[in-house]
């Protein structure tokens, strides 16, 4: 598979798993899992046939480890992102001191007035380090990258959590706790 069927593939799953799973017939079990063999009938019976080894290309091969299988390997996830209501029963973890959000000079006024919102997600989205935050950031243009005092709202008993893939994910972090890097 090259790759840039494998980015058309990874974008119909990331569809699926975390957006509309009812628009090809799927309905995420508890955790976001879905059957791999309920799965990939789906996609074929809605144009996007996938084969069991391409899935597991995509899977071990995504950049950011956007799905899992779990340790059967019978059901597969989306590890983050979702819009559609799903507990993925993370469990809350201490956040390195500093983590940082990548976003666009558009969005900064409003950031600095009311700070980081889930917008259409479960959760605020934050990178771990500057690199991966600028990337994220750069999906909208020049990115501007705010650092994030991780340690500062654990102190003060906001929950955090770290999804399977790096990604640590928190409701909401409020303007005060916001700086620029
Ligand atoms: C911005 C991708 C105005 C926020 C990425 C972002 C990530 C505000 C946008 C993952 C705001 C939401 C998540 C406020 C936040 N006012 N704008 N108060 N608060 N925003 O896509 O973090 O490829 O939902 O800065 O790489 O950009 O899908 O979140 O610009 O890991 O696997 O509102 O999605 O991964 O955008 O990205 P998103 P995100 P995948």
Do not use: E, F, G, T
């Given at each position: 598979m090259d790759a840039k069927q494998a980015t058309r593939l990874s974008k119909f799953l990331s569809l699926h798993l975390r957006h509309t799973p009812a628009a090809i017939g799927l309905e995420l079990e508890e955790g976001g899992w879905v059957g791999v063999a309920e799965l990939l009938a789906a996609c074929a019976a809605h144009g996007t046939p996938i084969s069991p080894s391409e899935l597991t290309e995509i899977v071990t091969g995504s950049d950011k480890q956007r799905f899992a299988f779990d340790a059967t390997g019978t059901r597969i996830r989306a590890q983050q992102g979702h819009?559609?209501?799903?507990?993925?029963q993370l469990l809350p973890a201490v956040p390195p001191a500093i983590l940082y959000h990548g976003t666009a000079p558009a969005a900064l006024p409003a950031i600095r007035r009311e700070g980081l919102q889930k917008m259409n997600r479960h959760h605020v989205h934050l990178s771990p380090d500057a690199e991966t935050a600028r990337r994220v950031g750069a999906r909208r243009g020049q990115p501007i990258i705010l650092t994030v005092d991780a340690a500062a709202m654990h102190a003060a008993g906001i929950v955090f959590y770290e999804s399977g893939n790096g990604v640590w994910l928190v409701d909401a972090v409020p303007p005060q706790h916001l700086g620029e890097a």
């Open positions: 819009s559609v209501a799903v507990d993925l």
